[in-house]
């Protein structure tokens, strides 16, 4: 089984204007480990995973799940 972590750090990045750069120096990581984030290349930690949360200010649910997020303006059963 694999365990893939989906999010949509980049998708609230560009809703806030928030380059990788200014992202990674708010969160004290490196602006590439916020691509390798955002491409699914690299789980966070639960630590840094709650800190993305808190940075957009939104729960942890609505940046990380375990299933495909819906694509926006997709219909849900």
Do not use: C, K, W
């Amino acid at each position: 089984m694999s365990e893939i972590v989906y999010n949509r750090i980049a998708l609230l990045r560009a809703e806030r204007g928030v380059t990788r750069r200014q992202l990674a120096d708010a969160l004290g990581v490196h602006y590439q480990t916020v691509g390798y984030l955002e491409r699914g290349e690299y789980s966070p930690s639960l630590y840094l995973a709650l800190r993305i949360a808190a940075h957009f200010e939104v729960p942890v649910e609505v940046v990380f799940s375990t299933t495909p997020f819906p694509r926006i303006g997709e219909r849900t059963a």
